[in-house]
């Protein structure tokens, strides 16, 4: 933890109030909602990285009580599980460091910790904040199922031919179901960590940054341990009602971080090819429009397990 002085208390209040807006926007601007939500993490990664866990506390503290009293208490407690305390937790994670010497490193030497385990972290910290807010809201498969009606009556609308028969709207409710958290889950990590991506960057540029600027591609890989938590998540889907919506959650968390790492390790291995841009642009491309092929980068992700330890000298960012 940094100092704990005037700078750093006000910085995590001016940052608290700051995340609480952006989150108070995004209920305003429903095009916009996933991103603001997102970005209100910003500020909390930024106070963390930059001024310690001081100013990250004192902006979890100021941001839930800003949107207390100009929303709700329910309101500040739906954002602090899902986006300001997880953001807290991840610039706490990448401040952490130890003597080299303890992992048998050189002398003067200083270890920080993984960015596999942080990764892995935000994929645990989404998953129990979801979970947290769903027991909150009272999430049960009809929020889903009322979902595929709306969807059904809009196709009606526009389409008077297309009546699907009972069975078949009970399967893809059933399916909806289960892709509802996944997919939610796995947003919510690739947000969370573009953010946390975000504020290192700034964070770096300010010459405020403790943490050394990593390589991403040849560090981004997930904690070999994680694969059991994605496996368990994917038993729990065949269990059906709350054990399955929580697997499913479990698969789109824990999935995205091995995605994520999975476009790492692509950007790793076509590093000095002379095809490399055209290819990245295609792979991101042909993922965002067809989803499937994010399959092949799921498999990389989890075929390429790591912890790689970034290693500097003691007073050197």
Not at 121 to 127: F, S
Request: proline share 5%; aromatic share 10%; net charge positive.
């Amino acid at each position: 933890m940094k100092t704990l002085n005037k700078t750093s208390l006000l910085t995590g209040a001016l940052a608290g109030v700051t995340a609480a807006l952006l989150s108070m926007g995004a209920n305003t601007q429903s095009s916009l909602a996933i991103v603001l939500y997102a970005a209100s993490a910003l500020p909390i990664l930024i106070a963390g990285l930059g001024w310690g866990n001081a100013a990250a506390i004192t902006a979890i503290i100021s941001a839930g009580a800003t949107a207390a009293a100009l929303i709700s208490p329910y309101f500040a407690l739906l954002i602090l599980v899902v986006t300001l305390i997880p953001a807290g937790w991840l610039s706490h994670l990448a401040n952490l460091a130890r003597p080299a010497t303890e992992l048998g490193g050189p002398d003067g030497a200083l270890a920080w910790y993984p960015l596999s385990d942080i990764l892995s972290h935000l994929a645990g910290l989404v998953t129990a904040g979801m979970i947290i807010v769903g027991f909150i809201v009272g999430y049960d498969s009809g929020v889903s199922d009322r979902m595929v009606d709306i969807v059904i009556e809009a196709v009606k609308a526009q389409e008077p031919l297309y009546n699907p028969d009972a069975a078949a709207i009970s399967q893809i409710k059933s399916i909806f179901t289960l892709a509802l958290p996944l997919i939610q889950g796995a947003v919510w990590v690739v947000m969370l960590f573009t953010a946390y991506y975000v504020a290192t960057r700034i964070v770096q540029m300010s010459g405020k940054s403790l943490r050394p600027r990593e390589d991403i591609p040849s560090t981004l890989r997930m904690h070999r341990n994680a694969i059991f938590i994605f496996l368990g998540g994917l038993v729990l889907t065949f269990m059906g009602g709350a054990p399955a919506t929580i697997g499913a959650l479990v698969c789109g968390t824990f999935g995205a971080g091995f995605l994520l790492a999975g476009f790492a390790s692509f950007h790793f291995r076509t590093r000095g090819k002379s095809w490399r841009l055209p290819v990245l642009w295609i792979a991101y491309l042909s993922v965002l429009v067809f989803t499937i092929p994010a399959i092949f980068f799921l498999l990389t992700g989890l075929t390429d397990t790591r912890r790689t330890i970034a290693v500097t000298p003691v007073g050197k960012n």
